[in-house]
């Protein structure tokens, strides 16, 4: 084993210095008991930088778009920025979001639901949002994800809850056309429908699934 | 359609979540070093019989909207060469995977554990019966160590929670340890009546709880026979080194986990009130290029420094501590203006509170020693450090202080808390922790390896991912290892520990991880 007589310690490995005081050692080598591993950087720390900075642009395009609607018009320029900004955000909570799907999928309907309400909102409140995207956009996500977790065969427990909630997303347009925010009933009644539906159906097959289920995630 | 076993996540375990960073994943090893080079495919085969008993290390972490629970998977566990440096990350929010992991390197059995699934002594009961089991298939003509009169004192069962004193009657294909387990809740909530007896606690616990109390305290791994014939978890302290009570969860403070409504010193009632806090030392120092754990280790012939702690009238543990104490300020030339050094110690508490849980189960004592205040020379830095320590480290002020932690854990207002909200609180705490300690030491004491796995295992090793510089110390075999890690390149203060140890006579050998990009280069060449 190789010493050091500076510190008088015998010295495990293939050291040709002291690693306690630096000195060079004497004697022969014997097997190191741990591994000389590479030096590794986690890709974590870049895609946390990376996350934090979009999501600091992003909030601010939304909010510049709040000043432009006040100050100037800029016509189709605002439609294109918006679309960017918004895809960004959507492709940013998927890949976020991709180790669940049934989660990323309440959080899309969510995120997509609030953009297009605000974004009818700085055009001048035309009610297109609360009349056609938001009613679609929730409608489909419960057929999306029904489809979904059969095909990718998710453990219920992993869905049930997330399932439940775009079911309840679902019935937000009921809403819509009882305050009578909408323009046109066909699409918020079809969702509304597709809501109710869903949830007779998640009662009929998981309902102790999701009772358990919330009982642990909202355990006080 | 099958339910999975859930539980929420223990009053200690909570703060390592809150805790974790890039330099600290909460991550410790411990390791077994074999007489020759280890047999991946019968470690494997010793790795699925094991498994199968310890239902807590399926467990995969999730979060609720209040708090994380455990969850039971159906994930198995697969044995892998060492190509990752120490106490690399296991936990990472919305993964499911594993909490531990069982690394093989030359005559080493590794095993990496996220500190919120298990402690120091539940890591340690995981991996004797690892390597037990790696044995016997390596040997089969070895008996089982698993002896007769183990089988005939078998733990009680009762509602779920496993009565039992310590492991005393541990019988190694009996016992599982379950997930809902949770020590804390069972000795700390609700049940005062069960504990409130005049004359106070010592003699209820003691007695019909304990069986092997007195044995608890290494009697019977001395023996290798009295209490539980050489199972080194054999006793619910495990086999500590007869003199401390000391330290069985790998803990560091910032892990006192149990700390979090206070600071743990001080208001301990029996304990002489301190003055107000003084400015504690803190080390500063290189990160690692790529926020590894630099870890260091001594190896020593544990009779000689048992000799020296006995010389000096104190414990191991806290011999090692000031030490350790004295070596930060030789190594910092003179700790500057702030003077205090302050470590913190976790106690194991399965050595009060009997329980086969492998789940966290600790609490941790504080002590510090004020330099140019009075007499400095080790002998007096040990007195002072044990005056400190042995009174937090009795049943009475554990269980006032646990209990005390747990109402706070427990009160209405904050279970309201969302998990998200708790945890900012917790960092905060944690930080505000961090502040007032310099190191953290953990002894985890005299390891005894049953029947024939005993004379099969030389060293036993032991460390934590730091935040801050500390030790792990345990012994097995005669030899008792210092395993030194910290968050910095710097290793000034080891050197110093090692120089006065082999002043005193002791033989030292140190096996340092390689940590710097000249280091590493050095040693692919």
């Known amino acids: 084993m190789r010493r050091c007589t500076g510190c008088a310690v015998d010295v495990e490995g293939d050291w040709a210095r002291c690693p306690l005081c630096g000195e060079p050692l004497g004697g022969e080598a014997v097997r190191s008991p741990l591994p000389a591993v590479p030096l590794r950087f986690s890709r974590r720390r870049v895609l946390r930088a990376l996350f934090l900075t979009s999501l600091a642009a992003i909030l601010a395009s939304f909010l510049a778009q709040l000043l432009f609607s006040r100050f100037s018009d800029l016509g189709a320029l605002r439609s294109v920025w918006l679309g960017v900004v918004t895809l960004w955000l959507v492709v940013l909570m998927a890949v976020r979001k991709r180790r669940n799907v049934a989660k990323g999928t309440v959080y899309l309907v969510i995120l997509v639901g609030l953009i297009c309400t605000y974004w009818d909102y700085l055009t001048g409140w035309h009610e297109w949002s609360l009349t056609y995207a938001v009613p679609i956009v929730c409608g489909s996500s419960i057929i999306a994800l029904m489809i979904t977790v059969r095909l990718m065969s998710i453990e219920v427990g992993e869905h049930v809850v997330y399932s439940g909630l775009t079911a309840i997303l679902g019935l937000a347009p009921i ?46 | 359609m099958t339910r999975r076993a859930w539980v929420r996540l223990d009053n200690a375990s909570n703060i390592f979540l809150a805790a974790r960073s890039d330099a600290d994943p909460k991550v410790f090893r411990i390791s077994a070093e074999l007489r020759h080079d280890v047999d991946p495919g019968l470690l494997q085969q010793a790795l699925d019989t094991t498994y199968e008993r310890y239902p807590l290390y399926h467990a995969v972490l999730r979060s609720g909207v209040f708090w994380h629970y455990l969850q039971d998977s159906d994930l198995r566990p697969l044995v892998s060469a060492e190509d990752q440096h120490t106490c690399a990350p296991l936990y990472q929010a919305g993964r499911r995977n594993l909490l531990f992991r069982v690394l093989h390197h030359r005559r080493r059995i590794v095993l990496e554990i996220f500190h919120a ?226 470590a913190s110690i976790p106690v194991n508490l399965r050595q009060f509170f009997p329980s086969t849980s492998a789940r966290n189960f600790f609490a941790t004592a504080r002590v510090e020693h004020t330099y140019g205040e009075g007499p400095d020379d080790l002998g007096s830095v040990c007195r002072d450090l044990e005056g400190q320590f042995r009174p937090q480290a009795t049943p009475e002020s554990l269980e006032r202080k646990l209990r005390r932690f747990i109402r706070f854990e427990r009160s209405p207002l904050l279970r309201v808390v969302p998990r998200i909200l708790k945890d900012a609180i917790l960092r905060l705490i944690n930080w505000g922790n961090n502040r007032g300690l310099t190191v953290a030491v953990s002894n985890l004491g005299r390891v005894v390896l049953p029947g024939a796995a005993e004379a099969s295992v030389g060293r036993m090793l032991f460390h934590v991912s730091a935040v801050r510089p500390q030790f792990c110390a345990m012994s097995h075999a005669g030899l008792l290892t210092i395993s030194f890690t910290s968050p910095f390149v710097e290793t000034g203060h080891v050197r110093e520990f090692a120089r006065m140890l082999t002043a005193h006579g002791v033989e030292v050998t140190v096996a340092a991880a390689r940590v710097t990009e000249e280091e590493i280069a050095e040693g692919e060449r």
């Open chain 1, 175 to 220: 809403l819509f056309l009882v305050l009578g925010w909408v323009q046109h009933p066909l699409p918020s009644a079809i969702c509304g429908a597709l809501g109710v539906v869903a949830l007779v159906l998640l009662q009929l097959t998981w309902g102790a699934e999701t009772r358990h289920e919330l009982a642990k995630r909202l355990h006080l």
């Open chain 2, 117 to 342: 699934l298990s402690d120091g002594t539940g890591a340690l009961w995981f991996l004797t019966d690892l390597v037990t089991a790696y044995l016997r298939l390596r040997d089969p003509g070895q008996p089982s160590p698993a002896g007769s009169i183990e089988a005939a004192t078998t733990p009680r069962h009762a509602g779920g929670r496993t009565e039992t004193g310590g492991r005393a009657g541990h019988d190694a294909a009996e016992t599982t340890h379950e997930l809902t387990t949770d020590s804390f809740a069972h000795y700390f909530r609700r049940r005062r009546r069960r504990h409130r007896v005049d004359p106070p606690l010592v003699p209820e616990l003691g007695s019909p709880t304990l069986p092997g109390g007195s044995s608890g305290q290494g009697g019977s791994g001395r023996q290798g026979g009295a209490g539980g014939p050489g199972r080194s978890s054999g006793t619910s302290g495990p086999t500590e080194t007869a003199e401390t009570a000391a330290g069985s969860g790998p803990g560091s403070a910032d892990k006192s986990g149990t700390a979090p409504p206070t600071r743990p010193t001080a208001r301990t009632p029996g304990r002489p009130s301190r003055p107000p806090r003084k400015r504690v030392h803190r080390v500063r120092g290189t990160r690692t290029p790529d926020s590894r754990t630099r870890v260091v280790e001594l190896t020593m012939p544990a009779p000689a420094v048992l000799a020296l702690a006995r010389a000096e009238g104190a414990s191991l543990t806290v011999y090692l501590t000031a030490l350790f104490f004295e070596s930060l300020r030789a190594s910092s030339g003179g700790l500057g203006r702030a003077r205090t050094v302050a």
